[in-house]
């Protein structure tokens, strides 16, 4: 079956930098998508990955490597705004988009 | 309005009732989607509409009856719902479906509570 592991929640302090891990088996890989998505709002894009390596956005990055299955999300000078869930997505052989169930982000001053 | 807007954003309904849920979007997609979302789960995706045609339904009860007049609107028809369809509902809307993928974009929901 098609999988996506990310752990359920994190905390972090305002300022530092923390990393939320994503881990997929899926059938095929035609690339891996971030999305943040705040208590009672819209899940909002925040980036895609479809080669190896690192893409920089400003304060977060994202990072793939597919021959391990595995990516992660690093968002750096956090903020009290970072507060979120943040939801990986991997998009399979067919197009199909197999999600994960989010990381829960806390961030304490 | 911009991006993707969701009628009504709350939603209590006995199992017996009759409700319709609304999606417009105004982004000028061809594809648009409806998704259930539960606590500490991944999103499930329910169906797929690209031009106005359903594309998937991914084995959803039928007591969800989806309707795609248009490329902009999408409801989602619902009746003798059973509490465990308490859920946040969400619409999403990108380029068309095709082969090739595009980002999509969310509205903010309907938080359903079935009673």
């Known amino acids: 079956g098609q999988n996506i592991d990310q752990p359920t929640e994190m905390t972090a302090t305002e300022g530092a930098i923390v990393q939320i891990n994503c881990t997929y088996q899926t059938s095929g890989f035609n690339g891996l998508f971030w999305y943040q998505q705040h208590a009672g709002e819209a899940p909002t894009f925040l980036s895609y990955n479809v080669l190896d390596g690192l893409e920089e956005k400003g304060r977060f990055s994202s990072f793939l490597s597919r021959s391990k299955g595995y990516s992660y999300l690093l968002l750096k000078e956090l903020q009290m705004k970072d507060s979120a869930s943040y939801l990986c997505?991997?998009?399979?052989?067919?197009?199909?988009?197999?999600w994960g169930a989010g990381t829960k982000l806390i961030i304490k001053p | 309005e911009t991006g993707v807007t969701q009628t009504p954003r709350h939603l209590v309904m006995g199992m017996t009732n009759k409700k319709s849920l609304k999606c417009e979007q105004h982004l000028g997609h061809n594809a648009m989607y409806w998704y259930k979302q539960s606590a500490k789960k991944p999103l499930e995706l329910m169906f797929v509409?690209?031009?106005?045609?359903?594309?998937e339904n991914n084995s959803v009860p039928s007591r969800f009856s989806p309707e795609c007049p248009n490329s902009s609107h999408l409801f989602l028809h619902l009746h003798t719902l059973q509490p465990e369809d308490s859920a946040l509902y969400l619409c999403a809307s990108s380029q068309d479906r095709g082969l090739a993928y595009y980002e999509q974009y969310f509205g903010p929901g309907t938080r359903l509570t079935v009673t």
């Open positions: 509409y690209n031009f106005k045609e359903q594309t």
């Open positions: 997505a991997v998009l399979d052989s067919n197009y199909q988009l197999i």
